[in-house]
């Protein structure tokens, strides 16, 4: 299998993107934002039809449009009560506009394909240097937020009342998030941005209470799932994305029953 350099480069991205979007999928199942990855994973599906229609690679659509819905999310719904509706709100114009741009984009069908199920078999060498250097910087802005961003999640009140600004927060961390999304989806596409954002996060928080065990089995299982996905389609000539997805789902399912059982 890594006789092969488009295995070796497959290997390469699907780990760093798992390592990111485990590490940041954790906190963003910790604070109820699911619905945020799924909204900025087909913001990004726009951001990139419309980059190709403009003559501009795909990956810089998907990363800008990505990462002004995350702060444009951030901005409009700082409260847990408002993000739904800001989300909403963003999440339908932008489905208008990629309906739009789809309009124009039928002669790329391949490119369509990939933009919504991923290859990360397809994964060239530039390609791998962004999602390289965009993951570094994911993980670094995450770190730097770390402990308001905890604090704001556990306890928002307190943590207003201590001066923690919980609209920055908000916007910091949604802008990570989309650019872990925007990496997410090179590999699995917008459709299945859910399995390795929220599955192993989700998986891991039933696995673990404790915050430091739980971000690193959540960027663990990630990995575990990506890397094992692509195995699997190597040998079956299967979709990468489709082993990934079974594989998420059915960590989570033994997660579950792990917490039955402990309980």
Known sequence: MFQYDFMISAFAAAGIVALVAGTVGFFLVMRGQTFAGHALSHVGFTGATGAVLIGVSPIWGLIGFTLAAGVGMGLLGERLVGRDVAIGLILSLSLGFGLL?????????????????????????????????LGIVSLLALAVIARPLVFASLQPELAEAKGVSLRLVSVLFLAIVALAVAECTQIVGVLLVFTLMVGPAAAAQNFTTRLGSG?????????????LGITFAFYTDWPSSFWITLLSALVYGLSVAWRRGAH
């Open 101 to 133: 741009f789809l309009h124009f984009f039928t002669s790329y069908a391949t490119q369509v394909t990939s933009l919504l199920f991923g290859n990360v078999l397809g994964v060239s060498a530039s390609t791998l240097r962004i999602l390289t250097l």
């Open 215 to 227: 971000v690193a089995c959540a960027a663990l299982l990630a990995v575990f799932e990506a890397w």
